[in-house]
């Protein structure tokens, strides 16, 4: 048999070619509209998908049902010794409880572990990426996942989004509640601690939340976390700058880039923009 399976779901929003590269096998996430359709979140148009929630019957999201999750994990219990699946935080999604769902009806609990990444969008596709290199190494499960937990002690993600209102509307917002009803025009930065949306700072303007941003990844390289994100909802200008500012602080090239899809879009609305980093030795 082969070694260690690693699986993650469309919310890490990685390069499909980086994915396959790196053996990562992921399971996609769903948009539900209001006819009933369910449409894989890589098969989403954004421009209609947005244009879409400023209407009154909004799409809707779903995790990978238990069934997909059963039909992967079989699949790869055929020809791997142990299979570790890293998702999104279960207090943001219910993607790791479809995932331990799956893994008990097939009797498997003792070769699939499932973790929580306690992060979401980058985050998650750091911490899956790092997880899957250490198997495409031959490192043992045990090794595995104590990798994948190392990156989510070590990982850190602010972004910047243009409105809370719709966090507040998907439920999300966790402790940024606090700052809903603001009468002050401002531009929120956002982290994810303990797998919640926790609130960083308000600033007045997109311009000074990117500054903030490039000041972050400063912050980020001079602790040694140098394997750095980035991302964007509908902003690819404004992440090609920061890109930009980011190559010359940390001196290298980003892991990887990519724009945020429905899923997770749904809850922040366009106009994202973030950047994460944890050190580069859990990607070697």
Do not use: C
């Not at 070694?3 to 390069?15: C, E, I, Q, R, T």
């Amino acid at each position: 048999m082969a070694g260690v399976a690693v699986v993650s779901d469309s919310n890490a929003y990685l390069p499909k070619q980086l994915a396959e590269a790196n053996g990562l096998v992921m399971l996609q996430q769903y948009v539900i509209y209001g006819d009933g359709r369910r449409v894989h979140e890589d098969e989403v148009d954004l421009d209609g998908f947005f244009e879409d929630m400023r209407s009154a019957e909004l799409p809707t999201t779903s995790h990978p049902t238990t069934d997909d999750f059963r039909e992967a994990y079989e699949q790869l219990l055929a020809t791997a010794e142990a299979i570790v699946s890293v998702h999104s935080s279960g207090q943001l999604s219910r993607t790791i409880d479809a995932a331990n769902e799956a893994a008990q009806q097939l009797d498997a609990t003792d070769r699939i572990t499932v973790i929580d990444s306690q992060s979401a969008g980058g985050g998650l596709g750091l911490i899956a990426l790092a997880a899957a290199r250490r198997a495409a190494a031959g490192e043992s499960r045990e090794k595995v996942i104590e990798t994948a937990e190392e990156a989510k002690a070590e990982l850190k993600m602010w972004f910047a989004i243009d409105t809370l209102e719709f966090l507040r509307r998907s439920g999300r917002i966790g402790a940024a509640s606090a700052w809903v009803g603001s009468t002050l025009r401002v531009k929120p930065i956002l982290t994810i601690e303990d797998g919640q949306m926790m609130p960083v700072e308000r600033v007045r303007s997109t311009e000074r939340a990117f500054e903030r941003l490039v000041d972050y990844a400063r912050q980020r390289h001079s602790s040694g976390a140098d394997a750095w994100v980035v991302q964007h909802v509908r902003s690819p200008e404004l992440a090609e700058r920061l890109i930009e500012q980011a190559r010359d602080v940390f001196e290298t090239e980003p892991v990887f880039v990519s724009e945020i899809g429905a899923v997770v879009g749904a809850h922040t609305g366009p106009g994202v923009i973030g950047l994460g980093a944890l050190p580069a030795r859990l990607l070697t």
